[in-house]
């Protein structure tokens, strides 16, 4: 072998030697590291966040059976959906319940029913770790006899962990002044590691605008301190409820406040995600 082939073999060699023990650059993993497995589970540190919401209302007295909604995109698989919904307890208390089109199961967490002057119920559920949608969004149904003033809202949590829920309240205030930061769905813990989170307030004037025992014409309270107000809904000659939400960061005992616009009747419901 002439001086030639011997250079050309140990240069072959010593190539062969780099890409065994992964030393050349480039995509050789290094010594004493791996490469982590892929995760279904959010990122560490990510927050909840709403990903989407709908609503649905009868047309005040006129009554109906089960109600149904239908969310405006595609859910997606691992997320949770909180529904809230509220209906007149004038002729009695209602057993609620809620199904929807991908099978998900739904928890009830609190039902409230103030009677009168107001009259109304205000109750929540939730499903964790859903299906997901491919081709339809999915349908939520609420299943209740018949009854009017009824309202419903689905609301979507992505970033979330498949056991989700953290705390939860529900509270009535009847003949409650006007004020700000009154009206409150009761302090519900979060504890630091189950932080980032996200609370999903629902607040009800259950005796204002029109009504079955006639209301007083003034509509729902105002998102309070901290809260991020997403929408009034459910009207009934004025709208009767707000939605919102508050990003948690940290342990703290945070709690759904409103303002209340009048002397009026009031319930509250509340749920932190995690």
């Not at 949770?80 to 307890?89: A, E, K, N, Q």
């Not at 057993?95 to 109304?120: E, F, H």
Request: with cysteine.
């Amino acid at each position: 072998m002439d001086a030639r082939e011997t250079g050309m073999l140990l240069k072959t060699g010593a190539m062969l030697s780099l890409m065994l023990c992964g030393c050349a650059g480039g995509g050789g993993a290094q010594p004493g590291t791996s490469t982590p497995a892929p995760s279904s589970s959010p990122p560490s540190g990510a927050a909840p966040k709403l990903a989407q919401f709908n609503t649905y209302q009868t047309q005040g007295i006129i009554g109906e059976n089960d109600s149904t909604l239908q969310f405006k995109s595609l859910t997606t698989a691992g997320n949770t959906i909180w529904v809230g919904v509220t209906l007149s307890d004038y002729a009695g208390v209602h057993t609620i319940s809620v199904t929807d089109t991908q099978g998900n199961v739904y928890t009830r967490l609190d039902q409230k029913n103030d009677p009168a002057p107001g009259s109304q119920s205000v109750a929540h559920f939730y499903a964790a770790n859903i299906a997901g949608d491919t081709s339809t969004p999915d349908t939520i149904t609420v299943v209740w006899t018949n009854e009017n003033y009824k309202g419903v809202l689905a609301a979507e949590i992505s970033g979330v962990t498949k056991a989700p829920l953290v705390a939860h309240g529900g509270n009535i205030q009847d003949a409650l002044g006007v004020g700000t930061d009154n009206v409150t769905s009761g302090p519900l813990a979060v504890t630091s590691a189950q932080a980032p989170a996200l609370l999903l307030a629902l607040s009800m004037n259950t005796s204002g605008g029109s009504s079955d025992t006639g209301g007083s014409g003034y509509g729902g309270p105002a998102a309070g301190s901290g809260l991020t107000q997403v929408m009034a809904l459910w009207d009934w000659g004025v709208n009767l409820a707000t939605f919102a939400t508050r990003s948690v960061t940290g342990a703290e005992s945070v709690t759904g406040t409103f303002n209340a616009p009048d002397t009026d009747s009031y319930v509250t419901v509340a749920a932190v995600f995690h």
